[in-house]
């Protein structure tokens, strides 16, 4: 699809963004526990006028989830450069606190945790997000499943 590829468990739903088109959009993996794992692309020269390098881009990500209002005490559990597809890429484990609170209820806590590899593509010239979004009601305890099924996705991944 748009000239890159994926390989996914067969249990998953997926869905594409009906926007898309090969030089921008998105694409979700929908798990049959609610997790869900994302593919978002878009111009690799526009990303590059604000970074560089893809470990920039990554680190703005991070930078952003983290000044997110109900997120607290951000660290990260992983950081990883990886091959994919002959483009060096970068990998980030995290896990923060998230705080949600309502006009007559007290902050609620829960802890999340969360992956993303950040990978820049000149043979396609588009940068490319994978990324992980854990269901709202899944336990503090789960295991880091998640993120493993992700870098086995991700290994499997072709920009082009």
């Not at 699809?1 to 009906?18: A, H, T």
């Not at 806590?109 to 997000?129: I, M, P």
Request: net charge positive.
């Amino acid at each position: 699809m748009y000239g890159f590829s994926i390989n996914y468990p067969v249990v998953c739903r997926v869905e594409f963004n009906p926007k898309s088109k090969r030089e921008g959009g998105d694409v979700v993996f929908h798990f049959p526990e609610k997790e869900k794992i994302f593919i978002s692309w878009g111009d690799l020269a526009r990303a590059r006028k604000k970074f560089p390098t893809v470990e920039a881009q990554a680190e703005h990500s991070l930078k952003v989830i983290a000044a997110r209002r109900e997120v607290r005490n951000l660290q990260r559990t992983r950081q990883e450069s990886l091959d994919i597809n002959s483009h060096k890429a970068q990998y980030n484990g995290i896990q923060l606190d998230e705080v949600r609170s309502s006009f007559l209820w007290s902050a609620k806590g829960r802890t999340r945790k969360a992956y993303s590899l950040h990978v820049h593509c000149d043979d396609s010239s588009r940068y490319f997000v994978i990324y992980t979004l854990p269901p709202a009601n899944m336990p503090d305890d789960t295991p880091d499943d998640l993120g493993e099924l992700m870098l086995k996705m991700v290994k499997s991944f072709r920009c082009h």
